[in-house]
């Protein structure tokens, strides 16, 4: 089987997208190919996410929003949107999920956490099936 290719997809690719790329980057070690983009990509990424990723020993520091695009779909596996309204191209074969998570946009660091623990054991349960 070649490697699978992972896109996480959430609005502003700025933290929830970013921080579930960062675990899979991170847990993956290399087995999965990961992207991440977003339908209106902020400058940059959300410093609470960076602050609760690196707490967790995960660089998502110089990390940049990028645009969703067909191109990205259609090289995915499996296409993992952020519950935040993103409407993604369709492509027979591809694995959606739709992970629905708080944003961590004006949040301070405390809930963030919560989300970066959800995100984790998502990608985590993501990656065993994508593996198995």
């Known amino acids: 089987m070649s490697q699978p290719t992972v896109l996480f997809v959430c609005v502003h690719n700025a ?3 970013q921080m579930a ?9 290399g ?10 990509p902020k400058d940059s990424i959300n410093p609470i996410a960076v602050e609760a990723m690196a707490e967790v020993g995960i660089d998502i520091a110089n990390n940049t929003p990028k645009v969703l695009t067909t191109e990205a779909v259609q090289e995915s596996d499996a296409v993992i949107t952020m519950g935040c309204g993103d409407v993604c ?3 027979p074969g ?4 739709d992970w629905v998570l708080d944003d ?19 990608v985590e349960k993501l990656l065993a099936e994508l593996l198995a």
């Open 15 to 17: 933290g929830r997208s």
């Open 31 to 40: 087995r999965v190919e990961v992207l991440s983009a977003g339908s209106a």
């Open 104 to 122: 961590p946009a004006g949040q301070g660091i405390e809930p963030v956490r919560v989300i970066r623990d959800e995100i984790k054991s998502r």
């Open 89 to 91: 191209p369709f492509y």
């Open 94 to 97: 591809k694995r959606y999920e």
């Open 21 to 29: 790329a960062g675990f899979m980057r991170e847990l993956g070690q």
